[in-house]
Nanobody, 122 residues
């Protein structure tokens, strides 16, 4: 089970840190991705981190602003979001998959947490 938290309301240029905590499984064995979905839009890949080497991948829209990291001892993956923009407003989900490859398709991920809302005001 995955539990996402840390969302909220922030002004343009502000920061938030999302957390994705896992229970019932060894999180270090899974590649983890963050996705987001805005109203009327498809769910899109934001960032991912591989299970072992800790390789990371980012959507072009968030490169240089967002950082994904993991703390395996706490079974938690984080998404640090800086310089937030109104277009970052969405419901953010974390997801996990077996295997070491970071895929951008949501269909490649087996386990999903509930979303946490991020709203950036202009």
């Amino acid at each position: 089970q995955l539990q996402a938290s840390g969302g909220g309301l922030v002004q343009t240029g502000g920061s938030l840190r999302l957390s994705c905590a896992a229970s019932g499984r060894t999180f270090s064995s899974y590649t983890v991705g963050w996705f987001r979905q805005a109203p009327g839009k498809e769910r899109e890949f934001v960032a991912g981190i591989s299970r072992s080497e800790g390789r990371t991948s980012y959507a072009d829209s968030v490169k240089g602003r967002f950082t994904i990291s993991r703390e395996n001892a706490k079974n938690t993956v984080y998404l640090q979001m800086n310089s937030l923009k109104p277009e970052d407003t969405a419901l953010y989900y974390c997801a996990a998959r077996d295997g070491g490859v970071i895929y951008e398709s949501p269909r490649s991920y087996t386990y999903w947490g509930q979303g946490t809302q991020v709203t950036v005001s202009s």
